[in-house]
């Protein structure tokens, strides 16, 4: 007579294959919404060209004047009275008791041990200024789509720093953002798939928004294979490889996150919800500003603003996503980003070279 097995009996492989099957096919339904289809496309925007002179002429009145030392940090402090004592993470980096207060990203909350693995394949960095340059001026390269058209690209590889985001792409687009990259941050679904970055002394800084990321992130520096079982927990497909030597690599102090989401815009302390956190993560386009102001003598913005009036615009410089796909994302809080931002602009702390935030060179 057959002997009838009780699930509790069922063999433990077994029992993994259809929750293992559910999140395969949730993860192939989520990868082809369009708000993931990021493939580089040719986009047609039409740019005044008069607003593209005006655009040109204020990036030249900026190089050309002569560098403020410490000038953009000395202004956030005097504002905001806060500041991190390191910007990324190390050997020999004094981990305080606040670096574990919360889980990622606004700490390494019972993460001792993955932290530790990391910065053991890391050698300790003797200085952390990039740029070559005793006065750096830093421009972050957003993804906005406000930059194409603009033909920016020469004068922003003018910058002694220059700061792009996730995988932003270069190659076909160096005419609108030039081909120069100081420093890619990302996190591992935004990293770029295809590595198009050719400066040799680049810093590829990662940014650590949940566990498994520090898996991924020990990959790509000891030059292993991300496991199949940590590729399911991914919402997008992470790259394979990072092809930058491991002292170019540094990790984002999560305190840069966590001073920018509750020092910088003032949200409330962070809560937890059952899927994820409440709407106070910072964008990685705010995230790298303030980051840069800890690098940098003095910071511009470039392809930063999401003007959703133009619903019809698209919303990156390398894709066809129309503007109001930042409609449907609940995480961050765009329109209060914006408006911190243009404080800071509009007090002249930071400059927003292209206009998309606040307009300072706009003919009224």
Request: charged share 20%.
């Amino acid at each position: 007579m057959r002997k009838t097995m009780h699930a509790c009996c069922v063999p433990s492989g077994r029992r993994f294959i259809v929750p293992l099957m559910v999140v395969g096919l949730i993860s192939t339904g989520i990868l082809k919404l369009p708000m993931f289809n990021t493939s580089p496309k040719p986009v047609m925007v039409l740019v005044d060209p008069h607003h593209r002179e005006r655009v040109h002429s204020f990036v030249r009145s900026v190089l050309a004047k002569e560098c403020r030392p410490s000038f953009t940090r000395r202004r956030i402090e005097s504002i905001y009275s806060s500041s991190v004592a390191e910007p990324f993470l190390q050997k020999n980096s004094n981990l305080t008791e606040q670096i574990f207060e919360y889980p990622p990203p606004f700490g390494f909350r019972n993460l001792q041990h993955k932290l530790k693995e990391i910065l053991d394949l890391l050698p300790i960095s003797l200085s952390e200024k990039t740029g070559g340059h005793d006065c750096r001026r830093c421009v972050v390269v957003g993804n906005g789509g406000i930059l194409r058209g603009l033909e920016l690209g020469p004068l922003l590889n003018q910058f002694n720093v220059i700061l792009r985001l996730n995988s932003g792409p270069v190659r076909d687009f160096s005419r609108d953002v030039g081909n120069r990259t100081t420093i890619r941050m990302s996190y591992p679904e935004g990293s770029p798939k295809i590595w198009e970055d050719v400066d040799p002394q680049l810093w590829f800084v990662a940014v650590i928004y949940k566990s498994v990321d520090f898996n991924w992130l020990h990959a790509m520096i000891s030059r292993a294979t991300v496991s199949l079982w940590d590729k399911l927990f991914f919402w997008q497909k992470v790259p394979n490889s990072i092809p930058v030597d491991p002292s170019r690599f540094r990790i984002l102090n999560p305190e840069i996150i966590r001073e920018t989401a509750f020092k910088l815009l003032q949200y409330p302390n962070p809560k937890l919800r059952r899927w994820g956190w409440d709407q106070n993560i910072p964008t990685l386009g705010v995230s790298a500003v303030n980051l840069a102001t800890y690098l940098c003598d003095e910071v511009s913005l470039a392809g930063f603003g999401y003007n959703l009036s133009q619903k019809e615009m698209p919303l990156h410089y390398y894709d066809n996503l129309p503007m109001t796909t930042m409609l449907k994302q609940a995480m961050h809080n765009v329109d209060h980003e914006t408006v911190f931002l243009q404080r800071l602009i509009a007090a002249g702390s930071i400059l927003d070279l292209t206009g998309g935030v606040h307009c300072s060179f706009c003919s009224t």
